[in-house]
């Protein structure tokens, strides 16, 4: 398949304008992109809903997300960032036009969680000041294009990933502790669990590492020019630390307000927007404003990385979106916000987009795993750790069980 002749020439809206920018600065602000992207609104929901349904057995679910996302990184963000090359054009030297249906897939599946994110965003502002979810929508996408369209966003998009990364993961910790939760169940459930729910899990898997998420940040280093397999363990180890600590603390605070002593009522937390009544219960008036402006701020950048990241699929396979893929991506934005509006459930399609891309999952991550083996994809002399192999199939394998299993139940979400 022939591949655009500058398609790894060229950064995408986030290659650095700076030359002189330090290592660790483009890493981390890979690793946040990253992590930014995997704690939107979806994460924050999806996780606040299924701690509800099943309370301290969900910390098994946690647990396998958590084992699952560090395989998925490390074995993409590695092969990646050997190879040169965008996912998409591994994929192509693998099986030529693989490359063309995983960006397809990933696009589709980036348009979906993308719907989610502005319907988040929207949850947010909502959250914040009372808008209605619809006017916030439309509100969040004019302001989302308006920071894609700054010619300094690559520098803009790494501080303010990095500062709200931090300012989540401190209030966070502060609602776990006003919570809190029963932490010696949650261990204990960790490891023997009462109840496991395969679709929860697959969901859980796909709104922290399904679709465009697996790339995000890998393909940030590659319009970096960062191409060090050790720098890129490093910057998905950190990506991957931020996520988790996130993932951990979310759910010991919304396992804070839900669990109950027995022969007490059960907490039941407002359907319309649960990861803000959680906060509310677990910190006041003032936690439930702060998580609003957090929601808020979380929605816009995962529409930025969203948008970016599934048009970069789309880059190196076709000249005219290289052409003009800034208003690729404010189409992706502007369309994904007209298909939210329309079907105005937010929290709905937080839940199903998390399941779409856990489906892409097995799809993706096969691909960069049979180009670790290719001498064309990686070169002569890159070994891939056999550790990091074994693990990526076994995740292949067990994500597309999952996704098999979970498949019916899917569509229900919006019966």
């Not at 407002?270 to 929605?299: I, S």
């Amino acid at each position: 398949m022939k591949t655009h002749p500058d398609a790894n020439k060229k950064g995408g809206v986030f290659m650095e304008q700076n030359k002189g920018k330090s290592t660790l600065q483009v890493l981390l602000g890979a690793a946040f992109l990253m992590a930014t992207s995997a704690i939107g609104p979806g994460f924050l929901t999806q996780t606040t809903v299924f701690t509800q349904q099943l309370l301290a057995s969900a910390a098994f679910a946690i647990a396998v997300t958590i084992a699952v996302t560090a395989v998925v990184q490390l074995n993409i963000w590695r092969i990646i960032c050997v190879s040169k090359l965008r996912a998409q054009d591994v994929a192509n030297r693998v099986v030529p036009g693989l490359g063309y249906l995983l960006a397809f897939a990933v696009a589709l599946g980036g348009l979906a969680f993308n719907v989610g994110n502005v319907g988040g965003a929207a949850l947010g502002l909502n959250t914040m000041v009372g808008l209605d979810v619809q006017a916030g929508a439309a509100v969040s996408a004019a302001i989302a294009v308006f920071i894609f369209l700054n010619k300094d966003l690559g520098k803009a998009m790494d501080r303010f990933t990095q500062l709200l990364g931090f300012l989540m993961i401190a209030l966070m910790l502060y609602v776990a502790f006003k919570a809190a939760p029963p932490v010696a169940l949650a261990a204990k459930e960790t490891v023997m669990p009462s109840t496991v729910n395969w679709m929860i899990i697959l969901t859980l898997i796909g709104g922290t590492v399904g679709g465009y998420i697996s790339f995000s940040g890998a393909h940030r280093l590659i319009d970096a020019g960062v191409h060090d397999v050790r720098d890129a363990t490093k910057s998905a180890v950190n990506g991957i630390v931020v996520t988790s600590i996130m993932r951990i603390l979310l759910f010991l605070a919304v396992l804070g307000v839900v669990y109950v002593a027995a022969g007490q009522p059960a907490v039941v937390l407002d359907a319309a927007n649960p990861a803000a009544d959680a906060f509310r219960k677990g910190a006041g008036e003032v936690g439930y404003r702060m998580f609003g402006v957090v929601l808020w701020a979380a929605g816009v950048t995962s529409v930025i990385g969203a948008s970016y990241t599934s048009v970069s699929f789309l880059r190196s396979l076709f000249a005219a979106v290289d052409h003009n893929y800034r208003w690729w991506m404010i189409g992706f934005i502007c369309t994904s916000t007209a298909i939210n509006i329309f079907i105005a459930r937010p929290v709905a399609l937080l839940i199903v987009a998390g399941s779409i891309n856990g489906l892409i999952l097995p799809l993706a991550l096969a691909s960069i795993l049979l180009g670790a083996y290719k001498k064309d994809v990686v070169g002569a002399e890159y070994r891939h750790p056999a550790w990091l192999t074994a693990t990526g199939w076994v995740v292949v394998v067990f994500t597309l069980w999952m996704g098999v299993k979970a498949l019916p139940n899917i569509m229900k979400i919006f019966s």
